[in-house]
């Protein structure tokens, strides 16, 4: 007579349940922690001007430009350099509020026209106050006015 063992057979198991939860937390970890700001990415080198800092521009819509004549609106990247795809994105993000200030930051190394079609593109959109951000002269040391 046979004696047979009636244990389930133990096959090995992998659980893949807890590697998936630390892999989701490390995720969403990396994702909180990373920062999303245009200006970190961006080496913008302004144009000097003497002038008063303007005073209200907390909640002006950030138009940049940089050395290649790419363009940036807030935080978006414009994909393309023409003038409509600018356009489309200023009216995406801006939405229908044509009261709004623009800061215009175009890079000093940057072609005129890059800056002539933004100003075209906010103009066409009816966009009135346009403020263009400077950085302040440098002044040799012992002159002054």
Do not use: C, W
């Amino acid at each position: 007579m046979r004696i047979r063992d009636h244990r389930k057979d133990d096959e090995p198991e992998i659980n893949m349940i807890p590697l998936i939860d630390v892999i989701l937390v490390l995720i969403i970890f990396f994702v909180v922690t990373a920062t999303f700001d245009a200006r970190s990415v961006l080496k913008l080198e302004l144009p000097r001007a003497t002038g008063e800092d303007a005073k209200d521009s907390s909640r002006a819509l950030s138009v940049l430009i940089n050395a290649d004549g790419r363009y940036f609106v807030d935080d978006r990247e414009v994909l393309r350099d023409d003038i409509e795809s600018l356009k489309a994105t200023l009216a995406e993000v801006a939405g229908s509020d044509r009261n709004r200030k623009v800061l215009l930051r175009a890079d000093a190394r940057t072609q005129h026209q890059a800056v002539v079609t933004a100003y075209d593109a906010l103009g066409q959109l009816g966009f009135r106050q346009v403020m263009i951000a400077t950085a302040p002269e440098v002044r040799p040391q012992g002159k002054t006015q």
